[in-house]
C-alpha cells in the first residue's frame, strides 16, 4: 500500500535513474524564469546541480538539465519527481523515519508539495509565485533520505533547499535547522536572487513555503477575515452588509479573498487575469460567480448592493481595468480596497499589466524584461491614480503586504502622503505613505497585544482528530477569557467565533490544519492541553504545533510588519534573527530563518518553527519554554518602540512568567528634547541656538510673562522687549536695553517693532470647547428660558442627542464651514491654541469626521490644536438603557482606531446621571492610559460624582466643571496636580446657582483654568474675553487668576505647559499684542477687544479678521508724519498725496 510506495523516500539519489515523466497539463506550472545568464554562469548552473548525482549518470543528465536551464529558466531535475506515490501529507505512521520527529518533517514538506496545495507543486514553488521548499527534486531526494535515516540525536542542516547533511546533537536540539536566501545585504538584490537561483546556491523560500509548514490559504483566510471586519469597524462604523470590498488576485495566498469576504458578510469582487486560477477557486466553492465584462459586473453589483446579499465574484481580467470603471461610474459602488497580487516579484511575474494580457506577459517577461518592466510600472501608475479618484470619493485602501505600495513609489506613481511630498522625503528616509499598510490600519494593534497566526496539523489525517483539536482550544479560550484584559477578551472571543465556526467554513486544503490567533499565555495553554490529549489518546496522533513567520515576534519587515515601529528601528532585523536562535535553544523541532517573504527578496527577514507534541513530558516542557519566548521576544521589542498595547502587555506577562524581566522605555518629554537640542554655546556664553538669531524683536512695550517663576504680578516687565528666532521660539524676554548684550543682537532697523508702549502677553488658549457640531438648538433655548431644566431638556431628548443627529448628516467641510464663524471670534481675541472635542457623533466615523473638520480648522485659522475624544458624551438613541453595550461596541473601539489614525491628543468622558457612572468612566480612562492617552473629565456638573477622586486616581490632566465637588474631591486634585476648568459661560447660560469651590481649590492649591465651554446647548459662547469677566465677576477669581487661567494654567490643562502658556525662553512664540497698559484691562470692559495682533509660531497671523496688525499700526504712523508735512498744501493736492502713500504703504 502507501506505506510500501513511502519506503522509496529512504533511498534518496537512485542508483538506476527513473524515466523522465511527462510534463503534466492538469497543474498549473511556474512561467519560464527571465535570468539571463552569461556562458560562465550557465556552466556554473550545470555543474552545482550534477553534484548531487554520481559521476556515471552525468552524462545523460547534462544535456537533459541544459535544455531545462534554456527552456524553463531553471534546473528543476524533473526527473527526480515522485510518481509512484501521491504527494500529499500521509498518515505519520507511514513514513519510513525512526523517529516521529523526523516523520512530522517528511509530512509537513509533502503537504507543502500537494497540488491541491502548492501553487506551482512541479516546480517546488508553494505559493507567491516563487515562495520555494526546495530549488530541485534532487535536494527533496536527499532531505527525505536524511530524515529517514536521523535519530533523535541528529541534526538535519538545510541551506536555502540544499541538505548540508546530519550532524551530532542531542534530543532537546532541533532535528532540523533551515536557511532560506540569507545573503550578505550589499549583495540582496532581485538580479543578484534571480543568478543564485538559476545556479542553485540560495532560493526564495517565502515564509512558511521553505520552512515546511504552509496549510493552504487558511491562513490568510483568517487574516483577510479580521482586515475586512476591522476595516469595516474603523472606517464603516461596523457595517458590512451591502459593502462592497475589491481586490486582485486569486493564486496560492491570495485565492483567500473571496472566501474571506463571505465569511465577513460583505461582496467580495477579485480580479484575476490568469482564468486557470480563477476557476480553479470558483470549483473549489470560494468563488461564487464569474464575470468576464465589466458593465456586467457594475449591474451585478447594483443589485447585490441593494439586496445586501454576500457573494463572492471573481472577475477575469485587469484589477486596473476594474479600478478605471469604478472611477468613471456616477454611483460609487466601492467602499474597500485593497492589492494581493504578487508585488514582491513585480517582473518575474507577479503582476500582469494592463497593456499586455496574461499569455502576452508571460512572453515578454523573458523575451524583453526591460519592457516589461516599463509596462508594469505605467500600470501601477494609472492603478494609483484611479485610487485616488476613488478615495476622494470615499473609498478606504489599504496596502496588503505584498509591496504594492513600495513598488508604486519605484514605479513613481504618487503614493506619499501630502506632508512627504511637500518635504521630498521617502518610506526609506522618514516619509509616510498616503494609504497604510494593513499593519499599520488593524494587525499591528493585535500583534502588540501578543495576538497571532497559531496553528497546528494533525499528524494522523483524521478529520476526527482535528474536531477533537478545535474543541480543545473552544474550551481553553473560554478558560482564558475569565481572567483576561478587555482587549485580549475581544481578541479571544474573536478566536472562539472562528474556532467554532471552523468546520461549517470548510477550510482544510490539504492536511488536517487549524489556524487561530492567540497570545503567549494562550498558544501555550494550547500546547499543553493539545500534548495531553495525545498522551491519553483522545488524538491518535501527534500534533505538529506552528505559526506564520507573519506573527508578533517572527518577521521584521519595515513595509509590513513592523511598519508600526516609530522609534527608528524598522529597518532593524535582531527581532526575527533572535526569534529563530531563541527558539532553537528553547526545544523547537525545526526552526527557519529566511531572508525575503511577503514583501519580497532583501525587504525582510522572518522565520519560523515546527514543534512536535507527542504526549510525552519532554514535548510539554520543550513546548512551555519555546512559546513563551516565541511570543515574549516581540512583546519586549515593541513595547521598547513605544507601543502602549505591548507595554500592557509585556507587563501582564511579567506577573504571569517566572523569571521574565523586560526593559521598559521611559518616555521623553518632547518639547524637552528639543528644546536641548536647539541649545549650542554662543560666543559670550549665553546657550543660544544654531541659527537662532532673532528675527525680530518687539521693544518698547510691557510684557506680562505670565511665568510661575515670576516674583511681580503676572510676571510684569516694563520697558521690556521680546525677542524672536527664526525656529519660531522665544529667544529673549527682558529689558530692551539687554537684548544686545544677553543674546548678541545686532539692532537692525528692519528687526526691530517699536510697539510704543503696548502689552504682549502670552496668545490665550482655550482648553475647553465642543466647537465643531452640526444643526441648532437655539429652540431649546428658548425652552429653558420658560423654565426648563438642563436634565429636563436632556431627559426629552434634547440636549446632547439632538446635537447628534445634526452631526451625524453633516460632512467634514460642513462641520468645518459651520464651525468658521465661531473660532474666527476666538481668533479675533488672541487665542492661539484651541482644544475640541468630539461627543456629537457618538459613532466611530462621525467622532472621526469632528476630529477631522477640527484639524480642517486648524490648518485655515492657523492655530494650536488639541484634539479630545468624547465618545463618552451621552449614549446615543441606539444604546439606549446599554450604557456599557455602548462603551464596548463604540467607545473603547473608536478610541483605539482613532488613536491609530493619530486624530487623538487627551480622552474625555462625561461622568454624570445623565451620562456616564464612575465606574462606567474608570473603564474607558483605564482603556485610554493603555493607549498611553492622558484622560480628561466633565465632572461635577450637576451633582457629586465624586469626579474629583475619580480624576486624581487616574492622573487626569483636568477635571472640568466641578459646581459640585466636595471639599474631598478637591483635596484629591491637589495631591494628583489635576487642573481644574471652570466654565463660567456655561454657569451663567444654564443659570446654575451652585458654584464651584473656588475657596477649596485655593486651599489645597489646584491650578485654576478657565475656558468657553462653547457648545451649542449650554454655553453659546466664542467669547474668551467674556469668559474671563464672568470668571472674576461670577466666580469671584481675582483677575490675575483667571489670566493665568487661560495662559499657564490652560496650558497645564492640555498637558502642553513645556511650550507654551508663558513667555520664557526656548517656549513657542505665541504673542498677543494689547492696546491697553494692564492685564487686568483685557477683562474689566465686557464686550470691548483690545487685541493689535497675534503671532503663532513667530508668525503674525495673517489679519483676516479686525485685529490691527503690528505692521498695520507702524503704516499708520508712518503715513501720518508723511501727511503732517505736507499739510500746508492745497486740500486738493494733499488727498491725492494721501492716497497715493495709502497705495505704496499697500
Known sequence: GRAMALGSLSVGIPAKLPALPPRDGSVPHAPRRPVKLTDAERELALSNVLRYFPPEQHEMLAAEFAEELDTYGHIYCYRLRPVDYPMQAHRIDEYPARCKQAA?????????????????????????????VFSNWAQYALVMRYLSEMTDRQTLVVYSGHPLGLFPSHPDAPRAIITNGMVIPNYSTRAQLDKMYATCVSQYGQMTAGSYCYIGPQGIVHGTTISILSAARKWLGGRIEGVVYVSSGLGGMSGAQPKAARIAGCIGVTAEVDADALYK?????????????????????????????????????????????????????????????????????????????YEESKAMLVDDPALFKQHVQDSLKRQVTALHKLEQRGLRFWDYGNAFLVEATRAGANVLDEASSKAGLTPDNGGAFRWPSYIQAFMGDIFSLGFGPFRWVCTSGKEEDLQMTDKIAASVFRELMQHANEKAKGQYADNLKWVEEAGKNKMVVGSQARILYSNCEGRAALAAAFNEAVKDGRVSAPIVASRDHHDVSGTDSPYRETSDVYDGSAFTADMAVQNALGDAARGATWVALHNGGGVGWGEVINGGFGLVLDGTADAGRRAESMLSWDVSNGLARRSWAGNANAQLTIREEMQR???????????????????????????????????????????????????????????????AAVGVRADGRIGFVGSAGDVTSAVGFVPDVTKLHDLGGKLVTPGLIDCHTHIVYGGDRSEEWELKLQGASYEEVARAGGGIVNTVSGTRSSSVEALAKAASPRIEQLMREGVTSLEIKSGYGLDVETERRQLLAAEAAASTHGFKLARTFLGAHAVPAEYKGRPDEYIDEVVLPAMDALHKEGHVDAVDAF??????????????????????????????????????ELAAEYGALSCDHCEHMSAAGAKAMGEAGVVAVLLPASSVFINEAKLPPVADFRAEKVALAVATNCNPGSSPCPSLLLALHLACSRFRLTPEEAFAGVTRHAAAALGRQAEVGTLEVGKAADLAVWRCAHPRDIMYQMGYNPLVACFVDGKERPSSFPARSITADSDERLLSTLLRWTGSLAPKLHASLSAAFTTLLK
Open 281 to 357: 477557486r470558483h470549483r473549489q466553492g470560494w468563488v461564487d460567480e464569474v464575470i468576464d465584462k465589466v458593465p456586467a459586473l457594475l449591474e451585478r453589483l447594483r443589485e447585490l448592493r441593494a439586496s445586501k446579499e454576500s457573494k463572492s465574484i471573481g472577475y477575469l481580467g485587469n484589477i486596473v481595468d476594474l479600478w478605471e470603471a469604478f472611477a468613471k461610474e456616477e454611483e460609487m459602488l466601492v467602499e474597500l480596497g485593497s492589492d494581493q497580487t504578487s508585488l514582491h516579484n513585480p517582473f518575474g511575474g507577479g503582476y500582469t499589466p494592463v497593456s499586455l494580457t
Open 657 to 719: 512568567q517566572d523569571g521574565l524581566a523586560v526593559t521598559l522605555p521611559v518616555k521623553a518629554d518632547r518639547s524637552l528634547v528639543r528644546n536641548a537640542l536647539s541649545g549650542d554655546q554662543g560666543a559670550n556664553g549665553v546657550a543660544k541656538a544654531p541659527g537662532s538669531e532673532l528675527e525680530y524683536v518687539l521693544t518698547n512695550c510691557r510684557v506680562a510673562t505670565m511665568s510661575a517663576a515670576a516674583t511681580a504680578p503676572y510676571g510684569l516687565l516694563d520697558g
Open 911 to 948: 461622568c454624570e446621571g445623565i451620562g456616564f457612572t464612575y465606574e462606567q468612566t474608570a473603564r474607558v480612562f483605564k482603556h485610554a492610559a493603555s493607549l498611553g492617552l492622558r484622560c480628561r473629565l466633565h465632572g461635577d456638573q450637576l451633582s457629586d460624582g465624586r469626579c474629583g
Open 104 to 132: 512530522s518533517i517528511m509530512l509537513m514538506i509533502m503537504n507543502n508539495l500537494d497540488k491541491r496545495v502548492a501553487q506551482y507543486p512541479h516546480e517546488l514553488i508553494t505559493y507567491g509565485g516563487n515562495g520555494s
